[in-house]
C-alpha cells in the first residue's frame, strides 16, 4: 500500500513563505506524476501543482509565480514551495498521484493569517 506524509505547514502571515513535504513510501515514487492538492474549508478540493516524472511541472492559476513544485526521487519526497501567501492560501494541503489517485494521507494545514 502507498502512504503519503505530508508536512511542513503552519501558521504564517500573509507575504510569508512556506515549504511542504510529502514523503512516499510504499510504492515505486519515480514513476508517478504527482500533485500537491489543497482543500479549503466548504470549497472542494483542487489541485494546485502537478510534477511529472521528467520534471515538467504546471500550476492553478491562482498559485503560478508564487509557488514551485519540485521532486527528489532519491529520496522518493516531492516539496511544494510557497512564496507570497495570501489568506486564501488557507487551506489543507495534500499530495497525491495526478493519475490514477491513491489513497489521501492526513494533510498538513496551511492557514495564512494576519
Known amino acids: 500500500q502507498v502512504q503519503l506524509v505530508e508536512s511542513g505547514g503552519g501558521l504564517v502571515q500573509p507575504g510569508g513563505s512556506l515549504r511542504l513535504s510529502c514523503a512516499a513510501s510504499g510504492s515505486i515514487f519515480s514513476l508517478y506524476a504527482m500533485g500537491w492538492y489543497r482543500q479549503a474549508p466548504g470549497k472542494a478540493r483542487e489541485l494546485v501543482a502537478r510534477i511529472t516524472t521528467s520534471g515538467s511541472t504546471n500550476y492553478a492559476d491562482s498559485v503560478k509565480g508564487r509557488f514551485t513544485i519540485s521532486r527528489d526521487n532519491t529520496k522518493n519526497t516531492m516539496y511544494l514551495q510557497m512564496n507570497s501567501l495570501k489568506p486564501e492560501d488557507t487551506a489543507v494541503y495534500y499530495c497525491?498521484?495526478?493519475?490514477?489517485?491513491?489513497?489521501w494521507g492526513q494533510g498538513t494545514q496551511v492557514t495564512v493569517s494576519s
Open positions: 497525491n498521484k495526478v493519475y490514477g489517485l491513491g489513497p
